[in-house]
């Protein structure tokens, strides 16, 4: 099963809206990754935030994790065109899960001019 | 070329057939994945390893076979083709546990 999911699976937005998704997962992690894929390519890492911090930064992506409520969000500042993708969370198991990452169902970005 | 390339691109085979996909990455790192990716759910990790001659099941192994002889080198066998298995697979490498993970850019096998 998945340990997981995003939402919302699609989302449609403009050119210099931000977009935001969500992830949820089981279990507790030691670290959750967000990864984008365009269409037809391989997975990229974008940015790994830890189960000790609450929020970072890269350029205009900011990443929010709270292990209370299991969830991470995505927050993509002045999208572009060129931002239209997949998006993934994938996490890791605190314990008995090794170095396994397992990945989430995604959302289908789209942003349109 | 440095990086993580799988051969082939693409690839249509028989049920029954037994393939191989193949996976090879230049950066010696000691983690090596193999995914697939099917509408609707995402991917799922078939087989991993964590070095050499160390590999361990993921969440959906069963039809598949690896070995990991070399660091190097990750092939996936299906020993026996189904259509069940017509997907987009993916192998993935990370220098370290629990780190950053770099994907090849799939391969996209048919089974008719």
């Known amino acids: 099963s998945q340990q997981g999911e995003e939402d919302p699976q699609a989302l449609s937005i403009q050119e210099g809206e931000n977009a935001t998704m969500n992830c949820s997962y089981k279990?507790?992690?030691?670290?959750l990754q967000w990864y984008r894929q365009n269409s037809g390519r391989g997975l990229v890492h974008l940015i790994l935030i830890r189960s000790n911090e609450r929020e970072k930064h890269s350029g205009r992506l900011r990443v929010t994790l709270d292990t209370s409520k299991k969830s991470s969000s995505l927050l993509i500042t002045a999208s572009r065109a060129a931002d239209t993708a997949s998006y993934f969370c994938?996490?890791?198991?605190?314990?008995?899960?090794?170095?396994?990452?397992?990945f989430g169902t995604g959302t289908q970005l789209k942003v349109e001019l | 070329d440095a990086g993580i390339t799988q051969s082939p691109r693409y690839k249509i085979t028989e049920t029954g057939r037994q393939v191989t996909l193949m996976c090879h990455q230049t950066?010696?790192?000691?983690?090596m994945f193999w995914y697939r990716q099917d509408l609707g759910h995402g991917l799922r990790l078939i087989y991993y390893?964590?070095?050499?001659?160390?590999?361990d099941k993921g969440e959906v192994p069963d039809g598949y076979v690896v070995s990991r002889s070399k660091t190097e080198n990750f092939p996936l066998t299906l020993e026996s083709a189904t259509r069940s298995q017509t997907s987009v697979y993916f192998c993935a490498s990370s220098a370290v546990a629990r780190t950053e993970a770099f994907f090849g850019q799939g391969t996209r096998l048919t089974v008719v």
């Open positions: 279990t507790s992690i030691n670290n």
């Open positions: 390893s964590a070095a050499a001659d160390i590999t």
């Open positions: 950066w010696s790192h000691s983690y």
């Open positions: 994938a996490t890791d198991k605190l314990t008995g899960g090794g170095n396994k990452l397992t």
